[in-house]
């Protein structure tokens, strides 16, 4: 009897046993539960390719990331950073390397004498430094505003293939995100293609275009852009024109009447860019003549400086046409344009 009590009684301890552990385990579990993350389902892959290509699309470059092979150049003259006396090797160095950057001849030849001359107190590089920034004086300022009632006009020229279009797509970015109305003239009417790349660029941007068909008179297309301007309101007209005709006498005279229709109210040609190309080094000079005697041009648009140019041209465009660069082509994208600024172009170049 007594035996039988002890084993119920013995029974029932170890059912209480396992019955406070059973509870103790879901309170724990709970507890656990409550503590631990939400479980959240993977981002699909499409979602994560989006998130990671968008960054490149508002980068804002900076100008020493992009002159790659204009860097590359100026690196053994980087390297001369010992003070005092000048030797004949130094020198070589520096006339070698300023050729090849495309500073062009007249600035080596200063540059080399006023080192033969004052030698380099504060060291090779910084005195080429130095001397290279003293050639970048130019004023920079860029007009956006025309006379009261006119629309302002920037017109670009230059030759075929140096980044016109392009440099209209990114300036258009630019000035609408600063708050302006644009309207994008499609003055190349050599070719229909002339006029879809930058439709592109306007519906890419926001910016209004007027455009014609192919062979159509760019000074009529220049004149429907302002009539559309000026009753919509907006502030700058940016004029595309054709890079190329039967003859440069041809291109030139078309130039000039464009310029006479886009400056004639309510226009207002506020600023000429001619867009030249740095890679193509020596040549951009030369194109450069041609057309500065016809186009009335007050500023230098640089592009492809982020690819094989060798950065020198820019000192022998102000040097030797006397036409400031106010802005620089460093890229495809619509971001890929910088407001030419001498001192951080210099240091990019030479600044070790
Ligand atoms: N790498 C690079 N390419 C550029 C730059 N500017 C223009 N391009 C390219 O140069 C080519 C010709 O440009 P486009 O604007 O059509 O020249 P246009 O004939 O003068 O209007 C295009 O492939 C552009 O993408 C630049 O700053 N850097
Ligand atoms: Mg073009």
Same mark, same amino acid.
């Given at each position: 009897m007594i035996g039988s009590v002890v084993v119920l009684a013995s029974v029932l301890v170890v059912a209480l046993i396992l019955v406070l552990v059973a509870v103790g385990v879901t309170f724990a579990r709970r507890r656990r539960a409550a503590a631990a993350p939400q479980v959240v389902a993977p981002l699909p892959d499409v979602l994560v390719a989006e998130i990671a290509e968008r960054p490149e699309l508002d980068e804002e470059p900076t100008l020493s990331s992009r002159l790659g092979a204009s860097r590359g150049v100026f690196e053994r003259v980087r390297s001369l950073t010992a003070t005092g006396a000048i030797t004949d090797e130094q020198l070589d160095v520096v006339e070698e390397v300023l050729l090849r950057s495309d500073v062009g001849v007249a600035t080596t030849g200063a540059v080399l004498e006023a080192l033969r001359r004052d %030698? $380099?107190?504060?060291?090779v590089a910084t005195t080429v430094r130095r001397l290279l920034r003293e050639s970048l004086v130019a004023e920079r300022h860029v007009t956006v505003e025309a006379e009261p009632g006119r629309v302002a006009v920037w017109l670009f020229v230059g *030759?075929? =293939? *140096?980044g016109k279009t392009t440099t209209i797509g990114k300036l258009a970015h630019r000035e609408i995100a600063a708050g302006r109305r644009v309207v994008l003239a499609a003055?190349?009417?050599?070719? /229909?293609a002339a006029a879809e790349q930058l439709t592109t660029w306007a519906e890419r941007t926001g910016a209004d275009v007027v455009r014609a068909g192919e062979g159509a008179d760019p000074g009529s297309v220049i004149h429907d852009a302002l009539g559309r301007a000026s009753a919509r309101g907006a502030d700058l007209v940016l004029a595309d024109t054709a %890079?190329?005709? $039967?003859n440069s006498t041809n291109l030139l005279d078309e130039l000039a009447k464009v310029r006479r229709v886009a400056d004639r109210a309510p226009g207002q040609v506020v600023e000429t860019f001619m867009v030249l190309d740095a890679t193509t080094g020596q040549n951009a000079l030369a194109q450069a003549r041609e057309f500065l005697a016809a186009a009335s041009v007050t500023g230098i648009v640089l592009? &492809?400086?982020? =690819?094989? /140019?060798? =950065? %020198?041209i820019v000192v022998a465009i102000e040097r030797e046409l $006397?036409?400031?660069? &106010?802005f620089v082509g460093v =890229?495809? %994208?619509?971001?890929?344009?910088i407001p030419f600024d001498p001192d951080e172009f210099i240091d990019s170049l030479v600044r070790a």
């Open positions: %030698g $380099a107190p504060e060291g *030759v075929n =293939g *140096v003055g190349d009417t050599f070719r /229909a %890079g190329r005709r $039967a592009t &492809k400086l982020d =690819g094989t /140019a060798r =950065g %020198g $006397a036409i400031p660069v &106010k =890229g495809e %994208g619509v971001t890929d344009l």
